[in-house]
């Protein structure tokens, strides 16, 4: 598995399908558990990321770290985390359609090879990139959506940003955060079924 994961990485290094190939000072593949049953899609590099070739180690994603330690989950042991992007957009704005699109080989590839059971979509991006039109995060985030042959049959939930949890920080019955630790609770719940 992970000799494939290198093939897909060594092809995405040398990637200029799009034009952030001129302002990347690095690719941000993936990082985590690739034997896992639980993979987590973000939306793409930010600075850090961009640094330091690894996704989710900004603020946002020390945040991740402590939403899946509350359920006793580690990224090195239970979690492989990857994005829908590989490269940073400049300033961190929204994803091009061209730039999801020259990207989704990468995702695709790295959804076939780790098989996962459950997927998480994390924030908008990334929902948009496995489930189209099905609506807006705030209404969708929480449920289990049952995935086709594209993700080989995993089951999909869309949660929060971590990003959108740092700009609304009340932690109050029927706030983002409190929903998002019903979200993983509840994905640790499946989890453990499997
Ligand atoms: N936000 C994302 O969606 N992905 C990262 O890797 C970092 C921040």
């Excluded at 985390?81 to 929204?94: A, F, M, Q, S, V």
């Amino acid at each position: 598995m992970q000799n494939q994961l290198d093939k897909v990485k060594e092809k995405c290094l040398l990637c200029e399908k799009c034009s952030l190939c001129k302002t990347r000072t690095n690719i941000v593949f993936d990082d985590g558990f690739a034997n896992s049953k639980l993979m987590l899609i973000g939306e793409a590099p930010g600075f850090y990321e961009d640094q330091q070739g690894k996704p989710f180690v900004g603020k946002a994603g020390q945040l991740l770290d402590k939403i899946f330690a509350s359920v006793g989950l580690t990224r090195n042991e239970h979690v492989y985390i990857c994005n829908t992007l590989k490269c940073r957009p400049p300033e961190n704005r929204n994803p091009l359609p061209e730039e999801k699109e020259a990207c989704w080989e990468y995702l695709k590839a790295q959804i076939d090879i780790i098989k996962p059971k459950i997927i998480l979509l994390c924030g908008n991006v990334a929902v948009q990139s496995i489930l189209p039109n099905i609506g807006g995060i705030t209404k969708i985030r929480g449920k289990w959506y049952q995935g086709g042959d594209v993700v080989h049959g995993a089951k999909l939930m869309p949660i929060f940003h971590p990003s959108y949890l740092l700009r609304n920080d009340s932690r109050e019955k029927g706030s983002p955060k409190w929903l998002m630790w019903q979200d993983i609770q509840e994905i640790k719940r499946e989890y453990d079924k499997l």
